[in-house]
């Protein structure tokens, strides 16, 4: 039976042959996006792996002369893999090495910085970026006058743990499914969120865009229930965080806090809707092509809630 190229799996019902790579696929990797056309075609070009490589051992089990040529076909590439900024996906997960995250795996990581640095100082480096931005965007030299100076400190750190939560949503689900993952730096965010970072000090009227990083996780498929499953992580999260503040704003009778944690709750749906958006690097797009009606469901919970607490925030309520 004919296998998948890109997955392996054996193909029940008809096989699709791409006529650029000249493979065959199922039908849910036969799109040339879907299978990396352009890596495959290059791989296949190039000269065997060394030996140091980590790969299975193919001396343990038996194969068919099918599964022999297709062994030989997978073998043949370079470790290699495209980023979307979050992801990075590779044409099958056992090209992935062992401890891909260390500086002797042979792995390049294109758009990472600091590639091979620990996860806590790539951590502590965009929490305290994160929290800078958020307490820049908030501060407010009239709350600091009359005594409420500490709501732009309660905000900030709101607004960081917003991130950092909707990430490590990603990242657990992933060490669920026993992939390698790590929180990174991206070397396009750092630019953008330096340069929101200094506009902000010049205070130069310009959004905020605080994105210095993103958890990184190896070895996942364009299109499938394990992917679905990582990227819907990051703005449940941020739905099930917010839906706590939101809740916790009705029950403290001060009514300055309680409308900070309307607020708080707000940068949740927020942050959570916005990675609903299907384009791009966002997590909408992969869980829209693997489940539509789950797409719908968590894009509808985030913007019924963002509604709510906008509604809240400009009904007149002041400090």
């Known amino acids: 039976m004919t296998t998948c190229f890109h997955c392996g799996d054996e193909i029940i019902g008809d096989s699709f042959y791409c006529s650029e790579c000249r493979q065959n ?4 990797h036969k799109e ?13 070009t190039i000269q065997p792996l060394p030996p140091t490589t980590a790969y299975s051992d193919p001396s343990q089990i038996s194969p068919t002369p099918q599964e022999q040529t297709y062994q030989q076909q997978t073998t043949t590439g370079t470790v290699r893999g495209t980023t979307d900024g979050t992801y990075t996906w590779y044409r099958q997960e ?34 305290v970026l994160i929290y800078v931005i958020g307490f820049m965007i908030f501060y407010d030299a009239f709350l600091f006058s009359i005594g409420y100076g500490w709501t732009a400190f309660m905000l900030a750190g709101i607004y960081m743990t917003a991130f950092l939560f909707h990430e490590f949503g ?3 689900v992933a060490i669920h499914f026993n992939l390698q993952t790590k929180f990174r730096l991206l070397t396009f965010g750092m630019l953008l969120t330096v340069f929101s970072l200094v506009a902000g000090l010049l205070q130069i009227p310009i959004p905020s865009l605080a994105l210095p990083g993103a958890v990184v996780v190896l070895g996942l498929e364009k299109v499938s229930k394990r992917t679905g499953l990582c990227k819907a992580a990051g703005p449940l999260v941020n739905l099930i965080y917010g839906i706590i503040l939101f809740i916790i704003s009705f ?13 708080s709750a707000y940068l949740n749906f927020m942050l959570g809707a916005f990675n609903m958006i299907p384009i791009g690097i966002l997590d909408g797009q992969n869980i829209w092509k693997w489940n539509k009606k789950v797409y719908i469901l968590l894009a ?7 509604v709510i607490t906008l509604v809240i925030q400009q009904s007149g309520i002041t400090l």
Do not use: M, W
């Open 25 to 28: 696929y199922c039908a849910l």
């Open 32 to 44: 040339p996006i879907n299978h990396e056309c352009n890596i495959v075609k290059e791989s296949l």
């Open 94 to 127: 056992s090209q992935v090495p062992v401890n891909a995250f260390d500086p002797d795996s042979g792995i390049q990581f294109k758009g990472i910085l600091l590639p091979h640095k620990s996860e806590l100082i790539h951590l502590l480096i965009a929490s």
């Open 170 to 172: 990603h990242r657990q």
């Open 251 to 263: 029950l403290i009778p001060l009514s300055t806090l309680s409308y900070l944690f309307v607020v």
């Open 300 to 306: 509808s919970s985030l913007g019924v809630f963002l």
